[in-house]
């Protein structure tokens, strides 16, 4: 039944990424942080349910999401003129490729589960 928390998780996400495509980039990090908020609570509300493959799967998929939204949160300072680092906004961009690609395998993972 928890699995149910996934849907809104996956629609954040999407918001997410149409905000980011519309130049709202604030509106994005609240939708993402959302989803990672959703998705946490997942994990958390009931994780001897998950085998430990998945547990170890979605938690370092949670971490990779945690980086990500520090990063934009740089980013978007640099956006805003609060900060210099011009290299922010790129490593921002590749840690959630590499978080959206960490997510779609452990959702996949999650998908193809065997139930007993």
Known sequence: MLDLLLIPA?????????????????????????????IGLRVLLYPRGLVQLHLTTWLMTLAAAGMTI???????????????????PRLHRLSGIATLSGLAITTLLWLLRGHH
């Open 10 to 38: 996956a629609l954040l996400l999407a918001l997410a990424l149409r905000a980011v495509r519309r130049g709202e980039h604030r509106l994005h990090g609240h939708l993402m942080s959302g989803a990672f908020t959703v």
């Open 70 to 88: 520090l990063l934009g949160r740089r980013a978007l300072a640099w956006r805003e003129t609060r900060s210099f680092v011009t290299a922010t």
